[in-house]
């Protein structure tokens, strides 16, 4: 499987897409990669400066778990303001964006970098979201499997040019592994969160994340990959928008609320074996 023939069957390089985003024109598509480099790089600090005084090990896990979202955001954001993790890509021939051109070449633009990154990045918001439960190790890495399953899948329906069948296919795939993590999230960690006493917490955190996450794979189908309803900018703008509250909302929610250090979270300095007992 050549994975570069599929992302460069375009031809065009990094510097050429770099320059169709930020040569005039594209203003709308290059302020929603730029925006989330700034927010990106503001959370890391937020997080370096709420969290300096924790002391407790399961809350400094957590702000460290919260911090690597950022990290990997800001990079993943730097690779497609660079042009380096964006491709035009020429849909099946039955597909409602078949027949595109973008910037002189035949397909449409495709932000793949957007499904790779996501496969190291939501694994660290999952692992926040379950050591606040006051999950086990089993279940927060299922959900950490699964999501790396779900992103990769849904990297290939991206790239997926051989059939429209298949695009779907792998949409469905996607969406199968995304139901196993929502499942843990709203059955098991609620459960245990209450058991644990940060029900308060979870239930925000719960809320922003199940109902963000859903917002993806609608975004997907409505937008170019899908049934191109949606243009390339106005997709990018609503990924850009969910990463806002999925990862920088739930993320401040996270820190102010570990860095006051409750004794719901402090409970936390034998948290390995905790981890191990629970269920
Ligand atoms: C895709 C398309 C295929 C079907 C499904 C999807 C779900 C994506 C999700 C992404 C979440 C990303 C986050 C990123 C933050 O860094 C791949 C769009 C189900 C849920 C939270």
């Known amino acids: 499987f050549d994975v570069r ?28 990669f730029v925006v989330n ?10 997080i370096v400066y709420l969290g300096r005084s924790l002391t407790d090990p399961r809350s ?20 497609l303001t660079s042009g380096l993790t964006l491709s035009i890509i020429e849909m099946p021939a039955d597909h409602p964006a078949a027949g595109s051109t973008t910037a002189g070449e035949d397909g449409v633009l495709v932000m793949w970098g ?3 990154t996501w496969t190291f990045s ?15 190790w089993t279940k927060i890495l299922t959900t950490c499997a699964f999501t790396i399953a779900m992103c990769v899948t849904g990297l290939a329906a991206a790239l997926t040019t051989s059939s429209l069948a298949l695009r779907w296919w792998w949409f469905v795939l996607s969406s199968t592994f995304f139901l196993v993590i929502v499942y843990v999230i709203l059955v098991d960690w609620t459960r245990e969160a209450e058991r644990t006493g940060t029900a308060d917490l979870f239930t925000t955190l719960k809320i922003l994340t199940v109902v963000g996450w859903f917002g993806y794979p609608i975004l997907w189908a409505l937008g170019v990959e899908g049934f191109a309803l949606l243009d390339v900018a106005i997709t ?8 806002i ?3 920088y909302i739930v993320t401040f929610v996270a820190i102010f609320y570990v860095a006051n250090e409750p004794a719901s979270i ?14």
């Open 5 to 32: 023939h599929h992302i460069l069957q375009n031809g065009l390089t990094d510097a050429e897409l770099f320059e169709y985003i930020f040569g005039g024109g594209n203003t709308l598509l290059a302020l929603s």
């Open 37 to 46: 480099i700034v927010l990106a790089g503001l959370t890391i600090l937020g």
């Open 60 to 79: 400094k896990a957590i702000a460290i778990a919260l911090m690597l979202i950022s990290v990997v955001s800001i990079s993943s954001y730097t690779g």
């Open 114 to 116: 957007r499904y790779l």
């Open 122 to 136: 939501t694994p660290f918001i999952l692992i926040a979201l379950g050591m606040i439960a006051g999950s086990n």
């Open 236 to 243: 990018s703008w609503g990924y850009s928008i969910l990463d």
């Open 245 to 247: 509250i999925t990862k």
């Open 266 to 279: 402090t409970g936390g300095a034998d948290y390995g074996s905790t981890l191990s007992e629970s269920s």
